[in-house]
């Protein structure tokens, strides 16, 4: 049973990741398991009561757990797995040696391939020569677009999820591409360039193991560092010198792209955005990731509720009244458009 599927009205079976483990003291004495278990459509809470070192051990972080006709209970509104830690029956520790963890991850509810697609697309309509060889070094570079297509575009927040840099890279390249049209004097191969390449630095600050983790260089650097190093790297390739030593403007305002894309110094970025195609970019990259922290709210509610529940990473409850179809959920809406 998918973790989607689970609704607090049947016995759970299925095999699960565990993706957290504390020991904690009941109220009468007695030790119990606090766990989170995940699949590829979520997570959810697990108690194991009179746990001891042993079982501690046994289902630490990174195990996959199989568990059989296991009851649910509601906790603070929320529906949650429980049972006794000496019930053997119940669950067991599956052999990981040759354990293919990626279906145990969350991944993009959207269409990978009309992702890329749309991307390779707007690549192929760009017409300054080198602008078109730069995005050429990465994106000819199989190791490179593999890594690009599946690691998640953060660790929290927006895009947690197997090809989250390559959805939320297509969603920023097409909102960068309405503004382009719509608004005056925007260097359109420029700002689509810079749409396409701005969070490449995730590549090489993301990994999938067990789970989702960050790299060595990606916590000591950043995605943004990374990201820049990697285009001056293609730059010093192609033309011999840094973009700075090029004289050439584009080359220079590419990077200032990246540079600024976080658009104040408190996110991040040394500078603010001083071009009018860092402006768009810098807008578009937060809108696309403030929506997604919105649909994923929205999605993981009742559609009965008039407001959801208080979320942590928008710091806010959000209003569900206003949403089209209300009572019919998204998949739903979608299958019917």
Request: hydrophobic residues 40%; charged residues 20%; aromatic residues 8%.
């Amino acid at each position: 049973m998918l973790i989607k599927e689970i609704t607090g009205t049947k016995p759970v079976s299925g095999e699960y990741l565990i993706t957290e483990n504390q020991m904690r003291t009941a109220k009468n004495g007695s030790n119990y398991l606090a766990l989170k278990i995940a699949d590829q459509t979520g997570e959810m809470a697990a108690k194991v009561w009179d746990a001891d070192e042993t079982l501690f051990k046994r289902l630490e972080v990174g195990k996959i757990i199989q568990l059989s006709n296991i009851q649910t209970k509601l906790y603070k509104d929320q529906i949650q797995l429980e049972w006794v830690g000496k019930d053997k029956d119940v669950f067991k520790v599956v052999s990981d040696s040759n354990a293919d963890y990626s279906k145990f991850l969350p991944r993009s509810p959207g269409n990978l391939a009309e992702y890329w697609d749309y991307i390779a697309n707007v690549m192929g309509e760009i017409e300054e020569p080198s602008l078109k060889q730069i995005l050429k070094v990465f994106f000819e570079n199989q190791e490179f677009v593999t890594l690009f297509c599946k690691v998640p575009a953060a660790l929290k927040r927006h895009h947690v999820y197997l090809g989250g840099l390559l959805e939320h890279t297509a969603g920023v390249t097409r909102l960068c591409q309405t503004a382009a049209t719509y608004y005056p004097f925007v260097n359109k191969d420029l700002l689509l360039t810079g749409a396409i390449l701005h969070d490449i630095g995730k590549t090489r600050t993301y990994e999938i193991g067990t789970g989702f983790g960050g790299t060595d260089q990606g916590k000591l650097l950043g995605h943004l560092v990374l990201g820049v190093n990697m285009v001056e790297e293609a730059i010093t390739e192609l033309f011999g010198k840094r973009a700075e030593n090029t004289g050439n403007s584009i080359l220079m305002s590419l990077v200032h792209l990246l540079v600024s894309h976080h658009g104040v110094m408190e996110w991040g970025s040394p500078v603010e955005p001083l071009t009018l195609e860092a402006c768009i970019l810098h807008h578009a990259d937060n809108m696309d990731a403030q929506i997604i922290k919105f649909l994923t709210v929205i999605q993981n509610q009742s559609h009965d509720n008039t407001w959801a529940a208080f979320d942590p990473g928008l710091g806010r409850s959000i209003y569900l009244n206003s949403l089209s179809g209300k009572g019919v959920k998204p998949d739903e809406q979608s299958e019917g458009a």
